[in-house]
């Protein structure tokens, strides 16, 4: 099993952890959140001390967050060896298979479609089995799907920590599966609430407007009544938090953990 600690700034690398031998580092869920090169320039001299490997996560971007994405593309092909672009947007692997084939691709949790609301829970005891595997299928369960994956060059794919059991027999064998701990995403969105947050006027604002980087600075606890486990948004994004490990992990192709010291940007 390999174990690998994904941060989405350099100020974390203060806490890597030892066991890890792999370092996941940029933004997953948005663009104005993609490092800078100098950030890149930090994690190497960090990894290459350290004999560590490197993934650069990636968001779903518009043309202007793939156009960043280009320079660091262009900087980890020249300065990393075997290094790996974690995709969660099509446009994205599009770039990295015309222009960088150097850099091995993955596919991201925001591509692998799973059920991910939590009020699932309290429902898993009283469905039928049936049920209960609809619920634990995601898109990789579809034959053709694997097969287009495989004719873009992906060889790995990554998934949540869902609440209900994730069903050995529901994942491909022949892929890699990376799982990621313990924070798991349930939505996202470029409509950001955390984004210009801390000014009065924009109370009613919603939309895709100026920020200033508040979700650097806050969390946000959401609970209620019909939400069997608090909610976290950070920035345009919603989480739940998943700590134990699946009790059939072994009988999965699930390889590698991906470790989140913190909640991703």
Same mark, same amino acid.
């Given at each position: 099993?390999?174990?690998?600690?994904?941060?989405?700034?350099?100020?974390?690398?203060?806490?890597?952890?030892?066991?890890?031998?792999?370092?996941?580092?940029?933004?997953?869920?948005?663009?104005?959140?993609?490092?800078?090169?100098?950030?890149?320039?930090?994690?190497?001299?960090?990894?290459?001390?350290?004999?560590?490997?490197?993934?650069?996560?990636?968001?779903?971007?518009?043309?202007?967050?793939?156009?960043?994405?280009?320079?660091?593309?262009?900087?980890?092909?020249?300065?990393?060896?075997?290094?790996?672009?974690?995709?969660?947007?099509?446009?994205?692997?599009?770039?990295?298979?015309?222009?960088?084939?150097?850099?091995?691709?993955?596919?991201?949790?925001?591509?692998?479609?799973?059920?991910?609301?939590?009020?699932?829970?309290?429902?898993?005891?009283?469905?039928?089995?049936?049920?209960?595997?609809?619920?634990?299928?995601?898109?990789?369960?579809?034959?053709?799907?694997?097969?287009?994956?495989? +004719?873009?060059? &992906? /060889? %790995?794919?990554?998934?949540?920590?869902?609440?209900?059991?994730?069903?050995?027999? @529901? #994942?491909?064998?022949?892929?890699?599966?990376?799982?990621?701990?313990?924070?798991?995403?349930?939505?996202?969105?470029?409509?950001?609430?955390?984004?210009?947050?801390?000014?009065?006027?924009?109370?009613?604002?919603?939309?895709?407007?100026?920020?200033?980087?508040?979700?650097?600075?806050?969390?946000?606890?959401?609970?209620?009544?019909?939400?069997? +486990?608090?909610? &976290? /948004? %950070?920035?345009?994004?919603?989480?739940?938090?998943?700590?134990?490990?699946?009790? @059939? #992990?072994?009988?999965?192709?699930?390889?590698?953990?991906?470790?989140?010291?913190?909640?991703?940007?």
């Amino acid at each position: 099993m390999e174990f690998c600690f994904y941060i989405s700034k350099t100020d974390l690398l203060s806490k890597f952890d030892e066991s890890c031998n792999r370092i996941y580092f940029g933004a997953e869920f948005c663009e104005r959140l993609i490092p800078e090169v100098q950030d890149i320039e930090k994690v190497k001299e960090f990894t290459l001390l350290r004999g560590l490997e490197f993934s650069l996560m990636t968001p779903y971007c518009t043309d202007n967050g793939i156009e960043k994405l280009k320079k660091l593309f262009t900087f980890i092909a020249a300065n990393f060896d075997r290094a790996e672009v974690i995709v969660n947007d099509w446009g994205v692997l599009r770039v990295l298979k015309e222009s960088f084939p150097a850099l091995t691709p993955v596919l991201g949790r925001l591509m692998t479609k799973m059920k991910r609301d939590p009020r699932l829970i309290p429902l898993l005891p009283v469905i039928n089995q049936g049920s209960r595997d609809y619920y634990s299928s995601t898109n990789l369960n579809l034959p053709w799907y694997r097969k287009f994956l495989h +004719v873009q060059g &992906i /060889r %790995r794919v990554e998934l949540d920590n869902p609440y209900q059991k994730i069903i050995s027999e @529901n #994942l491909p064998k022949d892929l890699n599966i990376s799982l990621y701990m313990p924070f798991a995403y349930i939505s996202t969105t470029r409509f950001c609430l955390a984004a210009g947050c801390e000014k009065e006027e924009n109370e009613f604002k919603a939309g895709i407007i100026p920020c200033s980087r508040e979700c650097n600075n806050y969390t946000f606890l959401l609970q209620s009544p019909g939400m069997p +486990v608090p909610l &976290i /948004r %950070r920035g345009n994004t919603i989480f739940m938090k998943k700590d134990s490990v699946p009790d @059939n #992990l072994s009988e999965c192709s699930i390889d590698r953990i991906v470790l989140q010291p913190e909640i991703p940007l």
